[in-house]
């Protein structure tokens, strides 16, 4: 039972979905900036709020997520999970374009701030995340999933220091998922301790920096 559980929570909170369920929680759950120099996403009209998921969602999840099944399709990763350090390289740096395309396109279409800053380092710590796991991963089999709880915990307090009220149900909750998940992957064996604690720090510094300091 236990270890069906386990690849039941590993199936739900894949580290692709994290970042959509992060921006889920920014558009949905009504919010006010408390600084001068925040921005709020939850008051943006329904439609740009619409448009602006799904650009999020087809290039953070959609698209990786196709090409991560072409990839098992040609055989070049052997399972969805890729259990194999070595044949991770390829997934992460498909991340890393995916991310960076996104980056570029809110900049080409939204310069200036336009936007909510959120939109701009969401992407962007995307990418830094994938390309500090894509160099890790030459040493240790660091977890995609728990850095996937890091990036959700890191946004979430990122966003809500400067935005209120706080959804802390949420964001206990996202802390409380990150727990559970970390420990199935652990249950399962897929990773040693070092590898799902160092991936969900990384992914939570890394986006937390990223969408407190980014300009906007």
Known sequence: MMKILSHILSWVFLPLFMPVYALLIGLYYPSNP??????????????VKSQLFWVFFIFSCAAPGISFIMLRNKNIINTIDMENAKERSVPLIIMVGYCAIMYALFLYKAPNGVLPKYFYALPLSGMLVASLFLWINQRMKISMHAGGGGVLCGF??????????????????AFIVSGITISARLYLEKHRPIEVYSGWLFAFFITFCCNWFYPG
């Open 156 to 173: 979430l307090v990122a966003f809500y220091s400067v935005h209120s009220p706080a959804p802390l149900l949420l964001i206990i909750g």
């Open 34 to 47: 408390v600084l001068y120099s925040a921005y709020t996403m939850s008051n943006l009209p329904a439609e």
